[in-house]
T-cell receptor
Framework: QQQVKQSPQSLIVQKGGISIINCAYE??????FPWYQQFPGKGPALLIA?????SEKKEGRFTISFNKSAKQFSLHIMDSQPGDSATYFC??????????FGEGTQLTVNP | DTEVTQTPKHLVMGMTNKKSLKCEQH?????MYWYKQKAKKPPELMFV???????INESVPSRFSPECPNSSLLNLHLHALQPEDSALYLC?????????????FGPGTRLTVL
């Protein structure tokens, strides 16, 4: 049973545009929501993370918006750059080590 | 230093071979993980070690055998694998087994089973 649904599966944006990736979860016990970025041939790397007591977190061009009542969270990449082209995974975890990943979004930023 | 290293980068093996994957970290992390990742899919958790003891086995077939010789090293021993086991095997580590401790991933070993 998939517990974190991620959309879209793929996304193409122009350089300078805003990339938006959405995730929805079912388990209200989740208490940590990280986003991972993965380049081809590399392992995933933590990009930004949020806890459910915060509605928004911003780090540079990356922002997580969190809606606890709707059980949704999203990643916004402002001023998207070709170097941001990668696969992005949202994830959720609770009280332990299991990260439940979304299915991933392949982002392409055209120059 | 936030690096997790994995060797080898690539591995090709036959179904009757025995091989091992190696993972190393020197961040003082006490939790280490093995994940399997198929193309265009998210990582799937296989095993979790906490303080060198196996704490989670996600019902992984016995042809995969993990080992944690010390707090910095994690091995995955492979025997009698099937072609469908071909995947990217990722190692990760975190300070402890905690939902909010960042997991740092290595670059992975690309395994092909013939």
């Amino acid at each position: 049973q998939q517990q974190v649904k991620q959309s879209p599966q793929s996304l193409i944006v122009q350089k300078g545009g805003i990339s938006i990736i959405n995730c929805a979860y079912e388990n209200t016990a989740f208490d940590y929501f990280p986003w991972y970025q993965q380049f081809p041939g590399k392992g995933p790397a933590l990009l930004i993370a949020i806890r459910p007591d915060v509605s928004e977190k911003k780090e540079g061009r990356f922002t997580i918006s969190f809606n606890k009542s709707a059980k949704q969270f999203s990643l916004h990449i402002m001023d998207s750059q070709p170097g941001d082209s990668a696969t992005y995974f949202c994830a959720a975890s609770r009280g332990g080590s299991r990260l439940t990943f979304g299915e991933g979004t392949q982002l392409t930023v055209n120059p | 230093d936030t690096e997790v290293t994995q060797t080898p980068k690539h591995l090709v093996m036959g179904m009757t071979n025995k091989k091992s994957l190696k993972c190393e970290q020197h961040m003082g992390h006490r939790a280490m993980y093995w994940y399997k990742q198929k193309a265009k899919k998210p990582p799937e958790l296989m095993f979790v070690y906490s303080y060198e003891k196996l704490s989670i086995n996600e019902s992984v077939p016995s042809r995969f055998s993990p080992e944690c010789p010390n707090s910095s090293l994690l091995n995955l021993h492979l025997h009698a694998l099937q072609p469908e086991d071909s995947a990217l095997y990722l190692c990760a580590s975190s300070l402890q087994v905690s939902s909010t401790d960042t997991q740092y991933f290595g670059p992975g070993t690309r395994l092909t089973v013939l």
